[in-house]
């Protein structure tokens, strides 16, 4: 059974990096059957694709955040990452790691998220 | 982006209840097209994915159809666990995009 699971702080300063790393268990995530994505859910919002990376180290970014966003791969540590600079109030949300399945073409397994607020 | 919009927002229903919600793309995508269940403070679960196939475990009372830019959800009779946020989500093209949500209460 695939567990994800989202670690890093839960507040950071306006303009400053938001850096979260979701840690994969029961499942490679060399494997080529999936993608590894990031979401977010604003509070009481709806939710939002950020980007994914594949085991290659192809990423695919939402063109809305591509200029602020890097995502990328440990495969020693079965993890992979997120790093959104120059944050504002409006990237306050529930972080989620998700894995996307090729074979579904859907998300089937999801971290429980982690909430990001960007305050002063 | 293709733009998806479920209706309605929100819903009100009771134990037993059939139920659709609907989903609508802004352009074509086949039949890429999911179905995820949150509850509060959970993440997302999978229910139907690619329009009309069960995810492993869940309840047969879930249903999907549609296809192109029309699609269905539908619950046949409503259980007192159903009572959440439903999000259709496309993944035809990226950047994958998710409906506004469908919130059913009691």
């Not at chain 1, 999936?34 to 709806?46: D, L, V």
């Not at chain 2, 919009?5 to 009100?12: A, D, G, R």
């Amino acid at each position: 059974q695939v567990q994800l699971q989202e670690s890093g702080p839960g507040l950071v300063k306006p303009s400053q990096t938001l850096s979260l790393t979701c840690t994969v268990s029961g499942d490679s995530i060399s494997s080529s059957s999936f993608y590894w994505t990031w979401i977010r859910q604003p509070a009481g919002k709806g939710l939002e694709y950020i980007g994914r990376i594949y085991t290659s180290g192809t990423t695919n970014y939402n063109p809305s955040l591509k200029s602020r966003l890097t995502i990328s791969l440990d495969t020693s540590e079965n993890q992979f990452s997120l790093k959104l600079s120059s944050v504002t109030a409006a990237d306050t949300a529930i972080y989620y790691c998700a894995r996307y399945s090729v074979i579904l073409a859907g998300y089937d397994d999801w971290g429980q998220g982690t909430l990001v607020t960007v305050s002063s | 982006d293709f733009q998806m919009t479920q209706s309605p927002s929100s819903l009100s229903a009771s134990v037993g209840d059939r139920v659709t919600i609907t989903c609508r793309a802004s352009q074509s995508i086949s039949s890429y097209l999911n179905w995820y269940q949150q509850k509060p403070g959970k993440a997302p679960k999978l229910l139907i994915y690619v329009a009309s196939n069960l995810q492993s475990g869940v309840p047969s009372r879930f249903s999907g159809s549609g296809s192109g830019t029309d699609f269905s959800l539908i619950i046949s009779s409503l259980q007192p666990e159903d009572f959440a946020t439903y999000y259709c989500q496309q993944s035809y093209t990226t950047p994958y995009t998710f409906g506004q949500g469908t919130k059913l209460e009691i």
